[in-house]
């Protein structure tokens, strides 16, 4: 009996769960949204609007140094890391655009085109464009719309 209850009491007794314990990782001022990992989890990638226009920065966790990537005018949104982490792509006016994570200037890789994402070899980005799925190289290179998927 003894062995019955101490093996029930190890299958189903969980210690309690440690609080939840929350840290911000950015102090600046401004909004900051749409947040995303680098492969290594290492940086995040965010939009901020605190330089004016919402724009593209990256933050180093270790040594919380936020860096902003994009600037001008523009309405700037959901940076996707490359798999690789050495560019993040984005939406900007309609089209995508890349931009190299060091800061390099930003470009526009496809047009018309949005809610982009990577492949999992960092190749070929997935993305949408008047009511279809497409695919394209990661340079915008070779837009194939993806067959059979429903409107």
Avoid at 74 to 86: A, E, I, L
Avoid at 102 to 112: K, N, T
Avoid at 128 to 137: C, D, K, L, S, T
């Amino acid at each position: 009996m003894f062995v019955g209850v101490a093996l029930a009491a190890a299958l189903f007794w969980r210690p309690e769960p440690a609080p939840l314990s929350l840290q911000s990782v950015s102090g600046f001022s401004g909004s900051r949204r749409q947040p995303t990992f680098a492969p290594d989890g290492r940086s995040i990638a965010f939009i901020s609007d605190t330089a004016g226009g919402s724009h593209v920065w990256v933050l180093d966790l270790a040594d919380q140094a936020p860096r902003q990537l994009t600037s001008g005018n523009n309405w700037d949104s959901r940076p996707r890391w490359s798999p690789d982490g050495t560019a993040i792509i984005f939406m900007r006016r309609g089209s995508i655009w890349s931009v190299d994570s060091a800061g390099s200037e930003a470009r526009e890789i496809l047009s018309h085109a949005y809610n982009p994402n990577w492949s999992r070899d960092g190749r070929r980005i997935v993305f949408e464009r008047r009511y279809g799925v497409w695919i394209a190289n990661a340079d915008g290179g070779e837009q194939i719309r993806v067959s059979g998927v429903p409107r």
